[in-house]
């Protein structure tokens, strides 16, 4: 395979990406399902490396363009049902132990969750594969409420299927400049990560708030 040139800003030629340029040098499109499976068990790596640049390899004629969807959209649902059942294995009586031990929290909050997630599971499960940070997440609660696997695995196949087959066609639109997807996933990944904070501080002011009117009625 031609060897694009990585530009990625925080990104050394020799590090994440090349790795991956070399996998799908070695494997072709299952190198890239690999690649994929393992960014699932380990968010760290990056699918918006891999996926653009399974596109360029389909553009550059080195894998079919059917063949980087299938096989990548394959290891998201590999790695996804290695955090369900890690979910599944953890279970709801761990879980409800260690909440018991978080502070700021109550059993009710995570029963709440538990409800919601019983209401709206399954859209949770499928638009979540599409929202950075969440992709790999979302499957760790289907695991411990234990969704049905075939409903799990259709979830996350078509959700999977979305994200892998926007920024895969982006590499294969953008050619030699594969990597700008990366930039734009990355502001979107912190925007994500942005709410998410904004979300947990705002709860945990709610939370110390209420504690202590709690505190000041019990005192009075």
């Known amino acids: 395979m031609h060897r694009p040139t990585l530009a990625l800003p925080q990104e050394p030629a020799g590090g994440i990406?090349?790795?991956?340029?070399d996998l799908v040098d070695a494997l072709g499109a299952p190198g890239a399902g690999l690649f994929v499976a393992l960014e699932n068990v380990f968010p760290p790596l990056p699918s918006e490396i891999i996926l653009p640049l399974a596109g360029f390899a389909a553009g550059q004629g080195e894998l079919s363009l059917a063949s980087a969807l299938f096989w990548t959209t394959l290891g998201s649902v590999a790695g996804a049902v290695v955090l369900y059942w890690l979910g599944a294995l953890f279970g709801?009586?761990?879980?409800y132990a260690l909440w018991a031990r978080l502070p700021l929290v109550k059993t009710s909050d995570l029963r709440r969750t538990e409800e919601w997630f019983a209401r709206h599971g399954t859209k949770a499960v499928l638009l979540g594969r599409m929202v950075p940070i969440f992709r790999s997440l979302i499957s760790v609660p289907a695991g411990v409420e234990r969704m049905p696997v075939p409903l799990f695995l259709v979830l996350t196949a078509l959700g999977s299927l979305v994200w892998n087959s926007a920024l895969v066609l982006a590499g294969y639109w953008l050619g030699e400049q594969w990597d700008k997807v990366g930039a734009y996933v990355g502001v979107l990944s912190k925007g994500v990560l942005?709410?998410?904070?904004?979300?947990?501080?705002?709860?945990?002011?709610?939370?110390?708030?209420?504690?202590?009117?709690?505190?000041?009625?019990?005192?009075?």
């Open 17 to 21: 990406a090349g790795w991956a340029a």
């Open 92 to 95: 709801r009586e761990r879980m």
């Open 194 to 220: 942005v709410v998410c904070l904004v979300a947990v501080a705002g709860y945990v002011a709610v939370r110390v708030r209420a504690g202590r009117g709690a505190a000041r009625h019990r005192r009075v």
